[in-house]
């Protein structure tokens, strides 16, 4: 009973070999399944607790939503809203996410304190979600081997305020031969055929094959092995696909369990009523762990397919100590600002900030930033696009401050602040990099702020703010 035919108003038709391929697994579900492409693909985004809780946003947000069951701080919208084009989402109240997929970082369930890699990270979604779990606490470093999907990254992980990431632009093998046993967590967010995004993105669809499937899954292996070099003995290690294919799935963990037999599968005690089991008969060996790793299908619940198999590293009492040779030296790539440095910097903080921000700072180049950690492994040789907090720029005989200082600060870290109401005209020029004329009194750096949250910087004189929100941001 092979279905074809036209599959929504935004989708072309599923793939030949895949709806076979499909019918062929799944038998009497298999309508169901196919069915679930008729209904509109659904909406969600996540509240990022580092900011505001979901109580609060509930009763400040202009959107219509409905909580997505699965998701502490997920919420569905409806298709009349556009949250990502409303000032909220510029001072990074929340990150626009398909549902299913924010399901993945609970289930990783990252902890304060703790040093946790996200693999392949971009656009950021699950970093950003990992990050607010651990409450800006402990070390994130957030990888992506391409680069223009690292400098998205890079954005998304300033816009959400996060402070203790590095973002890294890197072979997952390049990674592994720094950071040997020392991650409490690891994420591998696999790239993968896509199957389970068909409904939300058709060009997924033009660019399936079967071919491509097996060469997914060839990578994803390789991917996993690096990264478990990377784990600290007793940690965890999450995998997770956005396709339906045992291939790149089921096939995939039952391949890296037999290779690696200090992996066990663990079971979650996140499961949604909603989510599915792993198949076991549609492995080779038969695995009955197997039946460990989860399923998202969307006729099974209103979001997009996803597959994740969370494992443990054995031998859970033994702890990764860094040893004195892997630490990060004082006069390794790490750059101590001069005493001039510092001046210009503490003559900011103490003219425009009542918070202190000046433990481990570095500066590379002209830039200044504060590190996630003191006890990191030596970054020499890696590409960083952002080794922590961006604090700012020396300029000549000045210290200017950064957007991503901004973002981080709240109203109560500065000395002078102005809110503006999310619908005012003033919000909308200052986005647009307008000038803005104030009746208050303003000197020097202002922070500008949409009902109470950060936006960015202005610097006020004369009864004017100049703009300094950053031209490649600005609303058209």
């Known amino acids: 009973m092979l279905l074809e035919g036209k599959l929504g108003d935004n989708m072309t038709n599923l793939p030949v070999d895949f709806a076979k391929k499909m019918e062929s697994l799944l038998g009497s579900e298999y309508y169901e399944f196919v069915k679930s492409y008729e209904q509109p ?66 289930l990783l369930d990252a902890q304060p304190g703790e040093r946790v890699l996200d693999l392949c990270a971009a656009p950021g979604g699950k970093s950003t979600h990992i990050a607010a779990a651990m409450k800006n606490q402990g070390l994130l470093i957030a990888n992506e081997i391409h680069p223009s999907r690292a400098r998205i990254l890079s954005q998304n992980i300033e816009r959400m305020g996060i402070k203790n990431a590095i973002v890294t632009n890197e072979n997952p093998s390049n990674l592994a031969e720094q950071f040997e046993g020392f991650f409490h967590r690891i994420l591998v967010d696999a790239p993968c055929s896509g199957e389970g995004m068909f409904r939300k993105n058709p060009i997924a669809c ?26 600290a003995p007793g940690g965890i290690l999450v995998y997770s696909t956005c396709t339906f294919s045992p291939e790149e799935n089921e096939q995939v963990i039952e391949k890296f369990l037999l290779k690696y037999r200090n992996f066990d599968l663990v079971e979650s005690t996140k499961l949604h009523p909603s989510f599915d089991r792993g198949r076991i008969e549609w492995t080779d060996n038969k695995e009955t762990s ?42 390794g790539n790490k750059i101590i600002p001069t005493k001039e440095d510092m001046k210009y ?18 500066k590379f180049g002209q830039q200044l930033y504060i590190l996630p950690s003191r006890n990191l492994p030596s970054l020499d040789g890696l590409k960083i696009l952002r080794p922590g907090l961006h604090l700012g ?19 109560n ?50 009864g004017m703010l100049k703009n300094h929100y950053p031209k490649g941001l600005r609303w058209p």
Not at 215 to 220: E, N
Not at 345 to 362: A, I, K, P
Not at 393 to 411: D, I, N, Q, V, W
């Open 290 to 331: 197997i039946n460990r790793t989860i399923r998202l299908w969307p006729h099974k619940l209103k979001g997009e397919g996803h597959f994740v198999a969370i494992m443990k590293k054995t031998v859970a009492d033994l702890k990764y100590i860094p040893s004195p040779k892997d630490l990060l030296a004082e006069k």
């Open 206 to 231: 033009d660019e399936w094959s079967l071919n491509n499937v097996a060469m997914c899954a060839a990578r994803q292996m390789t991917i996993l092995e690096d990264a478990q070099k990377m784990l």
């Open 393 to 411: 720029t020396f300029m000549k005989k000045r210290f200017e401050p950064s957007h991503a200082l901004a973002l981080f600060l709240g109203a």
């Open 41 to 106: 693909k659904t909406s969600a985004l996540r509240v990022n607790s580092l900011k505001i809780d979901k109580q609060k946003f509930s009763s400040l947000s202009p959107f219509n939503l409905e909580p997505v069951p699965w998701a502490e701080d997920g919420f569905y919208y409806s298709h009349t809203d556009e949250p990502g084009k409303h000032p909220y989402h510029e001072a990074g109240l929340y990150y626009i996410q398909e549902p299913s997929a924010i399901a993945v970082a609970y």
């Open 345 to 362: 910097y503490l003559d900011f903080t103490r003219q425009y900030l009542n918070v202190r921000l000046e433990d481990n700072l570095v």
């Open 413 to 462: 870290h500065v000395k002078q602040y102005i809110s503006f109401d999310a619908s005012s005209p003033s919000i909308k020029a200052y986005l647009k990099g307008e000038t803005i004329r104030v009746s208050q009194d303003y000197k020097g750096w202002v922070l500008v702020m949409v009902d109470d949250y950060s936006l960015g910087w202005a610097k006020a004189s004369n």
